[in-house]
């Protein structure tokens, strides 16, 4: 049985070690928590992923899905990263070693983003170093760099950000600042304050040098984020799931008219204008919510509308067949009962579940049947050389 997450885990990272050896791209790829899977074939991983999500549905919903599942390979299996987070712990800069929650792998190459990424990165933390800057202890809560920062955009350009403890040490700050705006395509710099005890890679706003956001480009649209603002992780593979979203969303007569759940900055709400009478993206988070009604804005849709309420909320306020279609993005811990059973009650045409934890997704469809049947269900492989996948389930009213 795989119905959780740490199962899930187990089975591939099991199933996979068990394919033919490759030589490792990366000098620590034996020791790094990062990357599971970089001494085999991309090819092998793809196929114990799809057979994992295959096991998943078999064993929660015995007959449902069909067969043969399809996963969508990333088109590169490397490179591939829109957001790294690396750790700073004792002098070092990486990623945990596998198991050791405070154990920092010291990286001098990261193959999740590109070479010049990487540097540009590890050039401010070797400069914090170099000014006498304490990482943080997560034991005795001392010290003051926590994390440092990358995220890409699919142009190339960078913003870094560097998570401190505190903050103390401004003219220090001020330095780092100048070094990351001195490398190679970096636009902007952030510091962000994280002064709880909860180990976290974001945190509240202290000040910023070059371009506040990051500017997105996604197809036809582009889309400004921040430095704490959620965006999908897969630079090659965002485009082709955003046009199977559009795709699924396309009822065969007329624009429908589709809330798009869980919306943050507007990516897939942006991406469905062109195709619906109108779309409403509804988002929890205060920041994600206002930068879709920026990049509603900047990108001249009139047909998009930012709605900053809690799903559940807002979806007990809508009356039956108040869209035609119903895209949810959820986080890991899925809908939930609640919300599922909101959405059988108003009823829309097609609901549309992008899912970033297929054994979640699993759990809500039960709910879901009472309302809906399912029509089309595949994979993505959103993080190669790890043992996480992405699903999208289609369902039509019954």
């Known amino acids: 049985m795989i119905l959780s997450n740490k199962a899930l885990k187990q089975f591939v990272i099991g199933a996979v070690r068990e394919t033919e050896p490759t030589p490792m791209r990366c000098q620590h790829a034996d020791e790094c928590g990062g990357c599971a899977f970089q001494d085999r074939a991309y090819e092998a991983q793809l196929a114990v992923k799809t057979r994992a999500l295959q096991q998943i549905w078999d064993e929660a919903l015995p007959g ?61 933390y070797d400069r914090s170093v170099e000014l006498g800057l304490r990482d943080y202890n997560l ?22 950000a560097v998570v401190t403890a505190s903050r103390e040490h401004a003219a220090e700050m001020e330095q780092l600042a100048q070094v990351a705006l001195a490398q190679e395509h970096v636009v902007s710099f952030h510091w962000l304050l994280n002064d709880r005890l ?11 040098w070059g371009q506040e956001l990051l500017p997105m480009q996604v197809g036809q649209r582009s889309l400004d984020i921040g430095p704490n603002t959620f965006f999908q992780n897969n630079i090659f593979l965002l485009g082709p799931l955003l046009d199977d979203v559009a795709a699924a969303c396309d009822l065969g007569a007329g624009l429908p008219s589709v809330a798009d759940l869980y919306g ?67 986080p890991r811990i899925g809908l939930g009962e609640d919300v599922c059973r909101e959405l059988v009650r108003i009823a829309p045409k097609r ?31 959103m993080f190669p050389q790890t043992p996480h996948l992405e699903s999208l389930a289609i369902l039509d009213r019954i």
């Open 139 to 160: 034991r005795s809560h001392q010290g003051f760099t926590r994390y440092f920062v990358v995220r890409r955009s699919p142009q190339g350009t960078l913003m870094l």
């Open 198 to 208: 909860t180990d976290l890679s974001w945190g509240d706003s202290i000040q910023h």
């Open 64 to 124: 449902l899905a069909p067969e043969p599942l399809a996963v969508v390979a990333s088109p590169e299996p490397f490179g591939y990263r829109t957001r790294m987070d690396y750790a700073a712990n004792r002098w070092r800069m990486g990623l945990r070693r596998s198991g050791k929650f405070n154990w920092v792998v010291d990286l001098s190459e990261c193959h999740l983003i590109p070479p010049s990424s990487f540097a540009a990165i590890r050039a401010v």
């Open 264 to 330: 943050g900055v507007g990516t897939i709400s942006l991406h469905l204008a062109d195709s619906a009478s109108r779309v409403v993206t509804v988002e929890e988070f205060g920041e994600s919510s206002a930068l879709a009604q920026r990049n509603i804005q900047q990108n001249g849709v009139a047909n998009v509308q930012a709605v900053h309420a809690d799903t559940l909320a807002y979806l007990k306020d809508q009356v039956p067949g108040a869209f035609d279609v119903v895209v949810v993005d959820p």
């Open 351 to 381: 609901l549309v579940y992008v899912s970033c934890n297929p054994i979640t997704q699993v759990v809500d469809i039960p709910v879901l049947l009472k309302g809906f049947r399912l029509a089309e269900l595949r994979g993505y492989d």
